[in-house]
């Protein structure tokens, strides 16, 4: 069992940052691929970004490819996603996400945080 907490959103500026992170209970958090959701108003779930376990390999949305980066800290249980050069399209409810091998389903999701980008 995992739980995760996302924190750092918020309101920001078109062509701005920030640093969403996502804190793991458990003792077996190097174990799971994590991942990156968002969903916006009036639209389904979508993949952003994932990372796997060691922080080795990292895959990314064409929509965020370049502007978007993904990593993890095992030793601090925790994953971030650092969003620059943010615009308006990027305003979302961001989840993040965990697996526990590669070939199953994300399972424990954490509620998410709120982005905003103002034009």
């Known amino acids: 069992q995992v739980q995760l907490v996302e924190s750092g959103g918020g309101l920001v500026q078109t062509g701005g940052s920030l640093r969403l992170s996502c804190a793991a209970s458990g003792r077996t958090f190097g174990s799971y691929g994590m991942a990156w959701f968002r969903q916006a108003p009036g639209k389904e779930r979508g993949f952003v970004a994932r990372?796997?376990?060691?922080?080795?390999?990292?895959y990314y949305a064409d929509s965020v490819k370049g502007r978007f980066a993904i990593s993890r800290n095992n030793a601090k249980n925790t994953v971030y996603l650092q969003m620059n050069n943010l615009k308006p399209e990027d305003t979302a409810v961001y989840y993040c996400?965990?697996?526990?091998?590669?070939?199953?389903?994300?399972?424990?999701w954490g509620r998410g945080t709120q982005v905003t980008v103002s034009s």
């Open positions: 990372i796997t376990t060691s922080g080795g390999s990292t």
């Open positions: 996400a965990a697996r526990r091998s590669f070939t199953e389903d994300y399972i424990y």
